[in-house]
């Protein structure tokens, strides 16, 4: 097959779908025994789980950096087993966690790299790495020449992003894409990372150890536990107001009813239509869709026991009171 991947939505997103796959070792480890899971088009969905417990095996897998032992691997309608795996990782974003970027190369050069291999011209291959250049924040003018040494760490993973990009993959896999950076870069890239995603709506595939990251940024979670067994496959909210199983109860910790907060919205359907306070026009002011954890802080901050909340066109729709905040955790 010409690993040319089929069955994308409007977007180029291809669906995942992984069938009972496997991984046994040649020394008989079993990094992973039997994994299900459909990830549909443009959703990022999270593999988390503790040391050991194959989230990296997995991702691997799906571009064939390790052939599964058992198991079948769609991406759209195609077996990956059953595609040439060069032509396959050119078609697969692969970001991991410490870059990877040619150190004697330019950054334009570096974004390029899959474009070139693909034979494209030189002009394509340059407005191109512009192109993503200016996408993940970088100015072209001021970046392309640069070497990655000159770069900060945060910087060199945007690169890194952005050369996963640069042939429009179907399917993005990040492997701890943003554990190597300091915690205040770090949450600048996710930040911006949203920002791409939501613009370019790719399959993403991320692995990561830090939970709360995994609740930021995921459309789904996957929760593993050792062998790859899979233990709860949900929306963030879903999973941290009903652990499934006593195993991610332990993982999402005590502090899950705060997590919880930081990915619920203020919805219509926690408004009151009239605060208990006598002047509503001097309450603090909320969106709607603002995090139930942003509302909860505006409101402890200012000492009000209730916001106002406004819709897109700043019109108020009701009021929130900590209590229905508190009860929704």
Same mark, same amino acid.
């Given at each position: 097959?010409?690993?040319?991947?089929?069955?994308?939505?409007?977007?180029?997103?291809? +669906?995942?779908?992984?069938?009972?796959?496997?991984?046994?070792?040649?020394?008989?480890?079993?990094?992973?025994?039997?994994?299900?899971?459909?990830?549909?088009?443009?959703?990022?969905?999270?593999?988390? %789980?503790?040391?050991?417990?194959?989230?990296?095996?997995?991702?691997?897998?799906?571009? =064939?950096?390790?052939?599964?032992?058992?198991?079948?691997?769609?991406?759209?309608?195609?077996?990956?087993?059953?595609?040439?795996?060069?032509?396959?990782?050119?078609?697969?974003?692969?970001?991991?966690?410490?870059?990877?970027?040619?150190?004697?190369?330019?950054?334009?050069?570096?974004?390029?790299?899959?474009?070139?291999?693909?034979?494209?011209?030189?002009? =394509?291959?340059?407005?191109?790495? !512009?192109?993503? $250049?200016?996408?993940?924040?970088?100015?072209?003018? =001021?970046?392309?020449?640069?070497?990655?040494? #000159?770069?900060?760490?945060?910087?060199?993973?945007?690169?890194?992003?952005?050369?996963?990009?640069?042939?429009?993959?179907?399917?993005?896999?990040?492997? #701890?894409?943003?554990?190597?950076?300091?915690?205040?870069?770090?949450?600048?890239?996710?930040?911006?990372?949203?920002?791409?995603?939501?613009?370019?709506?790719? *399959?993403?595939?991320?692995?990561?150890?830090?939970?709360?990251?995994? &609740?930021?940024?995921?459309?789904?979670? +996957?929760?593993?536990?050792?062998? %790859?067994?899979? #233990?709860?496959?949900?929306?963030?909210?879903?999973?941290?107001?009903?652990?499934?199983?006593?195993?991610?109860?332990?993982?999402? %910790?005590?502090?899950?009813?705060?997590?919880? $907060? +930081?990915?619920?919205?203020?919805?219509?359907?926690?408004? !009151?239509?009239?605060?208990?306070?006598? !002047?509503?026009?001097?309450?603090?002011?909320?969106?709607?869709?603002?995090? $139930?954890?942003?509302?909860?802080?505006?409101?402890? &901050? *200012?000492?009000?026991?209730?916001?106002?909340?406004? !819709?897109?066109?700043?019109?108020? &729709?009701? &009021?929130?009171?900590?209590?229905?905040?508190?009860? +929704?955790?």
């Amino acid at each position: 097959m010409d690993g040319t991947v089929r069955d994308t939505d409007a977007d180029g997103a291809a +669906a995942i779908t992984l069938t009972d796959i496997g991984k046994q070792f040649p020394d008989g480890t079993r990094a992973v025994q039997s994994l299900s899971l459909e990830i549909p088009a443009g959703q990022l969905v999270v593999l988390i %789980g503790p040391s050991g417990c194959g989230k990296s095996t997995v991702l691997r897998m799906i571009n =064939r950096l390790i052939e599964p032992t058992t198991g079948r691997i769609m991406l759209g309608d195609e077996d990956v087993t059953q595609v040439d795996p060069v032509l396959l990782r050119r078609r697969i974003g692969y970001v991991i966690q410490h870059v990877g970027l040619f150190p004697h190369q330019t950054i334009r050069a570096n974004v390029g790299t899959v474009p070139r291999l693909l034979g494209w011209q030189r002009d =394509r291959i340059r407005r191109r790495a !512009d192109e993503l $250049l200016d996408l993940v924040g970088l100015e072209p003018g =001021r970046y392309g020449k640069r070497y990655p040494h #000159e770069l900060s760490g945060g910087q060199r993973q945007r690169v890194g992003v952005a050369r996963a990009l640069a042939a429009d993959p179907v399917v993005l896999l990040m492997d #701890e894409p943003f554990s190597a950076v300091d915690p205040i870069a770090r949450g600048r890239l996710q930040e911006e990372f949203l920002r791409l995603q939501a613009e370019v709506r790719k *399959t993403i595939v991320l692995v990561t150890h830090d939970l709360d990251e995994a &609740v930021r940024l995921g459309d789904r979670i +996957a929760v593993l536990s050792e062998g %790859g067994r899979l #233990e709860q496959y949900a929306a963030p909210a879903e999973l941290l107001g009903g652990p499934a199983t006593p195993f991610v109860t332990e993982f999402v %910790g005590a502090d899950r009813a705060i997590r919880r $907060l +930081a990915v619920t919205p203020v919805s219509r359907e926690l408004l !009151d239509d009239e605060p208990a306070d006598p !002047d509503p026009a001097g309450l603090p002011t909320l969106a709607l869709g603002t995090s $139930l954890y942003d509302a909860l802080a505006r409101l402890l &901050v *200012t000492g009000a026991e209730h916001a106002r909340v406004v !819709d897109d066109a700043d019109q108020p &729709v009701g &009021v929130v009171s900590r209590r229905r905040i508190l009860d +929704a955790s």
